[in-house]
Nanobody
Framework: QVQLVESGGGLVQAGGSLRLSCAAS????????MGWFRQDPGKEREFVAA????????VYADSVKGRFTISRDNAKNTVYLQMNSLKPEDTAVYYC??????????????WGQGTQVTVSS
């Protein structure tokens, strides 16, 4: 069992930056791939980024490539999403997720409660 808690969301102007954190409970964090997804009301959950359990493989959605960076610190049981050059279309609730298998689809077994990111124009 893995419990995930996101933090770091907020309101930022277009062009600004935010860093999201996702703290995981459990002693097996370093055996899970981690993903970030986002969702607007009325829309499907959208893949943002994912990282392998060792941190040696990362995958990004085309819409965030070059602006967002996913990383993890297995000693702290935490995964991060550094978001730069934010755009109004990045506004959404951001969720972190954990699973044994890295995926770009929302098929992860464990999910956090989400953190709101709002980018004003």
């Amino acid at each position: 069992q893995v419990q995930l808690v996101e933090s770091g969301g907020g309101l930022v102007q277009a062009g600004g930056s935010l860093r999201l954190s996702c703290a995981a409970s459990g002693r097996t964090f370093n055996s899970y791939a981690m993903g970030w997804f986002r969702q607007d009301p009325g829309k499907e959950r959208e893949f943002v980024a994912a990282i392998s359990w060792a941190g040696d493989r990362t995958v990004y959605a085309d819409s965030v490539k070059g602006r967002f960076t996913i990383s993890r610190d297995n000693a702290k049981n935490t995964v991060y999403l550094q978001m730069n050059s934010l755009k109004p279309e990045d506004t959404a609730v951001y969720y972190c997720a954990a699973d044994r298998v890295l995926s770009t689809t929302p098929t992860y077994n464990y999910w956090g409660q989400g953190t709101q990111v709002t980018v004003s124009s």
